[in-house]
């Protein structure tokens, strides 16, 4: 199940990495490049809700994707807060958060898994509130200007991406809260 649609879009997400990062040495004005890296985030974050529906609609569910999509969710999202970081248009506390959180959860997540305990940290409203917002964030911030001259999408941006951040922890809080039983039963 390597080469299925659904999966090669998995992969386009990762193989856009290295793309939204260029945009950024191109000799292009600044506004260019803005607008470049944002059209590319958002058309490969798009990817995310397509090739889940496409696995559905064409019936190509695998284990492989199931282990890829959130690793290509996570790479995206972590290499645009770093390039953003490095814009100075994110904290590097709230870049070390969003990120800190994905790796504690993942980690989290394969160690219920490996005692069979999947289910108490499976995907929560509150985890998909989190994605949301910092998924708005993160094109906001790349683009930093003004839609129709009204519309500031730094400020809305940083709005946004500080939200994600108070949203990542809660959603940290409420995870290692469902495996603390789990938890506290594995060490005694």
Known sequence: MFLTIPTLLTWARIVAIPLIVGVFYMPLSGAERNLAATVLFVVFAATDWLDGYLARKLNQSSAFGAFLDPVADKFLVSASLLVLVHLGRVDVFVALI???????????????????????????????????????????????????EVFDT???????????????????????????????????
């Open 154 to 188: 730094g400020v809305w941006g940083t709005w946004l991406i500080w939200l994600a951040a108070v949203l990542t922890v809660w959603s940290m809080v409420y995870y290692l809260q469902r495996a603390l039983p789990e938890i506290r039963a594995r060490t005694r």
């Open 98 to 148: 969003i990120i800190g959180r994905e790796i504690a959860i993942s980690a989290l997540r394969e160690w219920m898994a490996h005692i069979g305990a999947s289910s108490s940290v499976a995907v929560h409203m509150l985890g998909k509130l989190k994605t949301t917002v910092q998924m708005l964030a993160i094109p906001l911030l790349l683009y930093d200007g003004r839609f129709f």
